[in-house]
């Protein structure tokens, strides 16, 4: 567990929003080198290791990018207006400590808004959204705010530590999806594969699956299972049949994916595909959960329609809080993932 916990601990306190993942790659790079037999950096950004042989190939993705945020305007007073690079519940945002990635190194700053002292009755009432935000930097006005590298379009990141809670329980940013990057790192460390194995560490997940799209294009793989998060339900206000996965209870396989009002736009794996993920689950005395969600999907939905089409799945980790700043996972889930994917790739493909 501690290994794993080190480099999910390296890749959740890494800064990559979407479209600048670099760092997160350099870390996958630094980790995985020597344990695997190659790297390709394709011209979108994904980073894709490789390790085995065989004329089937399986594709195992998950993505590096995190939601985050861009900047959108600077005032003449130095404050910065901003816009919203993924799904991010506007309230979170307010008081979070924040990097701007600017053209001459990072700068730290803090998301402001009126004070409720000063706020009258119906904007109490009201839910804060961003827009009534900004981001200040101690800035005096605009020209110091361009002396200090930030500029329209850079990029901005919340600054949060992982931090270990009891029961083996971790809370930190961008669980979505470094804890899938985490373990897939571990799993390529562990497995001999009778396959040819290409793990693509994709970029852009939040905005679209445009890394996974390009990669799932460019490997043209037998099979590919994206591993990614799901939502726990196991906490205060909320209905077990909203949310019926519980932290703890080892990885889930998704059934069904896509918007909330119809499924449709998400993913609903190949039958032959999931019912080989559950085979080698028993095989290997790991408990699963099963589930259909609501509201979201993966890298597996661009994969399973590239080229001529792929058959796809998805092994997901129980996280609390998805979409926040704290995330909570247990790491026995992370480490049932990690030998469900070892399981995998050393075992025989279904096509």
């Known amino acids: 567990m501690g290994e794993l916990l080190d480099i999910l601990r390296r890749l959740s306190e890494a800064h990559g929003p979407p479209g600048f993942e670099d760092e997160v790659a350099d870390i996958i790079v630094s980790e995985l080198r020597g344990y695997?037999?190659?790297?390709?950096?394709?011209?979108?950004?994904?980073?894709?290791?490789?390790?085995?042989?065989?004329?089937?190939?399986?594709?195992l993705a998950a993505h590096m990018d995190e939601i985050a945020l861009i900047v959108k305007s600077i005032d003449d007073k130095g404050f910065i207006r901003f816009a919203k690079l993924g799904g991010i519940w506007d309230q979170l945002l307010v008081g979070q400590q924040v990097i701007v990635h600017g053209s001459k190194g990072r700068v730290r700053g803090v998301i402001g808004s009126k004070a409720i002292h000063v706020m009258k009755d119906e904007e109490r009432r009201q839910l804060l959204t961003y827009d009534?935000?900004?981001?200040?930097?101690?800035?005096?006005?605009?020209?110091?705010?361009?002396?200090?590298?930030?500029e329209v379009g850079n990029f901005i990141t919340i600054d949060k530590r992982l931090v270990e809670l009891a029961n083996g329980l971790v809370a930190g940013k961008a669980f979505d999806d470094r804890a899938g990057c985490a373990a897939l790192v571990q799993a390529l460390k562990e497995a001999k594969p009778r396959c040819k194995v290409y793990a693509a560490f994709t970029i852009q997940e939040e905005v679209g699956l445009k890394g996974a799209t390009v990669a799932g294009y460019a490997i043209k793989p037998t099979v590919g299972v994206a591993v990614d998060t799901t939502i726990a339900g196991d906490h205060p206000?909320?209905?077990?049949?909203?949310?019926?996965?519980?932290?703890?209870?080892?990885?889930?396989?998704?059934?069904?994916?896509?918007?909330?009002?119809?499924l449709s736009g998400g993913l609903i794996p190949n039958p032959v595909v999931k019912r080989w993920i559950v085979k080698v689950a028993q095989e290997r005395g790991i408990p699963i959960q099963f589930e259909v969600l609501e509201g979201g999907t993966t890298d597996?939905?661009?994969?399973?329609?590239?080229?001529?089409?792929?058959?796809?799945?998805?092994?997901?980790?129980?996280?609390?809080?998805?979409?926040?700043?704290?995330?909570?996972?247990?790491?026995?889930?992370?480490?049932?993932?990690?030998?469900?994917?070892?399981?995998?790739?050393?075992?025989?493909?279904p096509f």
């Open 36 to 59: 695997v037999d190659g790297f390709v950096k394709d011209s979108l950004g994904n980073l894709i290791a490789y390790k085995g042989s065989g004329d089937k190939s399986l594709m």
């Open 300 to 349: 597996a939905t661009a994969i399973q329609l590239s080229r001529e089409g792929v058959p796809s799945g998805v092994i997901a980790f129980p996280t609390r809080y998805v979409h926040t700043f704290q995330e909570v996972l247990n790491l026995r889930d992370l480490e049932k993932v990690v030998t469900l994917l070892v399981g995998l790739m050393e075992g025989e493909m």
């Open 132 to 150: 009534k935000m900004f981001i200040d930097v101690g800035a005096r006005s605009a020209d110091e705010v361009k002396e200090m590298g930030i």
């Open 237 to 262: 206000n909320i209905e077990p049949h909203e949310a019926p996965i519980k932290v703890g209870s080892g990885p889930v396989v998704v059934v069904a994916d896509g918007r909330r009002d119809s």
